[in-house]
């Protein structure tokens, strides 16, 4: 039987290939002058003399136009915990997790040993903490593999009572697919303890998400979204996702919980069309998987984190 040591080892294994290529050019009697071109530059996000509307309301439909018209379409959820109010808005729409299946596979994992249906050994404990801070995509495989794959999507939806979150028919775990509404549910029962982890195995959880890194284990920054916007929250935990392309699209999801108490819970969900003005790439330089950090990524994560500052002008939610 392969054992879950050796997965991690295949899992962990990486390709690399290098390419050497020169290029030589005789030189020209005469220089030629290039000819001009007009760079765009992409607009702040939002302009630094936006007036703000002076409720949450108001502010919510001016990040979801000032996103609309950045070639964006917003899926958000606001809950605070404290007095049970929630907002939202698109946040019904399906959309693909990318990494924030993750926290269900932690979850499922931790939920599941505690209750003795499975065998969670130390070396692969130790997986969940960067598969959660620096959202390692090998520990994530390795574990989701060990943890039965899909099947894993379908335990977590029932028992938090999850309806519009469902595996993919192709059962890679990144095309899971969730809304704004079931992350806000998600997260406000692993922080009170309704979703059926122990308080030990929530400590593990919250704590690994406020231990979230500036860049991912494959490089790509973290911080757009709930960090970049609320700075003056000192307490934070959050579980970010990228990929491209869906449907020709940017896909972002910045997902969390802020202040003391992890009073607030927040999820904004965004698709975008690939943004290329600066650097005159297109949509096929960008990787389905590969870490690509061009100007279309950059648009599309100061979409996410422009959104939530409008919501919040002040940097903290209260």
Same mark, same amino acid.
């Given at each position: 039987?392969?054992?879950?040591s ?6 962990s294994?990486?390709m690399?290939a ?9 030189a020209c ?8 071109t007009?760079?765009p ?10 007036p ?7 502010r919510?439909?001016?990040a979801? +136009? ?8 917003? *899926?958000?959820?606001?809950l605070?915990?404290?007095?049970g ?5 698109g ?5 693909? =997790? ?10 499922d994992?931790?939920?599941?040993s ?6 969670l050994?130390?070396? *692969? ?21 060990a943890?039965g794959g ?5 335990r ?11 595996a ?6 990144w095309?899971t ?12 029962a692993v922080? +009170? ?14 704590g690994?998400?406020e ?5 991912g284990?494959?490089?790509y ?15 934070r935990g ?6 491209c392309?869906?449907?020709g ?5 910045s =997902?969390?919980f ?6 607030y819970?927040?999820?904004v969900l ?12 297109s949509?096929?330089? =960008? ?17 996410v984190?422009g ?12």
């Amino acid at each position: 039987m392969t054992t879950l040591s050796a997965r991690l080892r295949r899992a962990s294994t990486m390709m690399a290939a290098v390419a050497l290529a020169t290029t030589m050019a005789a030189a020209c009697a005469q220089p030629v002058e290039p000819a001009a071109t007009t760079v765009p530059v992409a607009p702040e996000f939002p302009e630094p003399e936006m007036p703000m509307a002076p409720d949450l309301t108001g502010r919510l439909q001016q990040a979801l +136009d000032g996103a609309a018209a950045r070639g964006a379409t917003l *899926s958000i959820g606001f809950l605070d915990r404290e007095t049970g109010t929630y907002m939202g808005s698109g946040d019904n729409d399906p959309i693909e =997790t990318a990494s924030v299946v993750k926290l269900f596979i932690a979850d499922d994992l931790l939920y599941r040993s505690s209750r003795g249906e499975f065998a969670l050994d130390d070396e *692969s404990r130790a997986l969940i903490a960067p598969m959660l801070s620096s959202s390692d995509d090998s520990a994530a495989q390795v574990l989701w593999d060990a943890a039965g794959g899909s099947d894993v999507v379908g335990r977590v939806a029932g028992r938090y009572g999850l309806p519009a979150t469902v595996a993919s028919a192709d059962g890679i775990w990144w095309n899971t697919r969730t809304t704004a509404a079931d992350l806000v549910r998600y997260y406000d029962a692993v922080l +009170d303890g309704t979703g059926g982890l122990n308080p030990a195995d929530r400590a593990t959880v919250v704590g690994d998400l406020e231990a979230f890194t500036p860049e991912g284990a494959d490089g790509y920054p973290q911080t757009f979204g709930i960090p970049r916007a609320l700075p003056g929250e000192t307490v934070r935990g959050v579980k970010q996702g990228w990929m491209c392309c869906v449907d020709g699209r940017w896909i972002h999801l910045s =997902t969390g919980f802020v202040g003391e108490g992890e009073r607030y819970v927040v999820a904004v969900l965004s698709r975008e069309d690939p943004w290329y003005g600066a650097d005159g790439g297109s949509a096929e330089t =960008t990787a389905d998987t590969a870490v690509t950090d061009d100007d279309g990524a950059k648009h599309a994560r100061v979409t996410v984190t422009g959104a939530l500052k409008i919501l919040f002008p002040t940097g903290v939610v209260a």
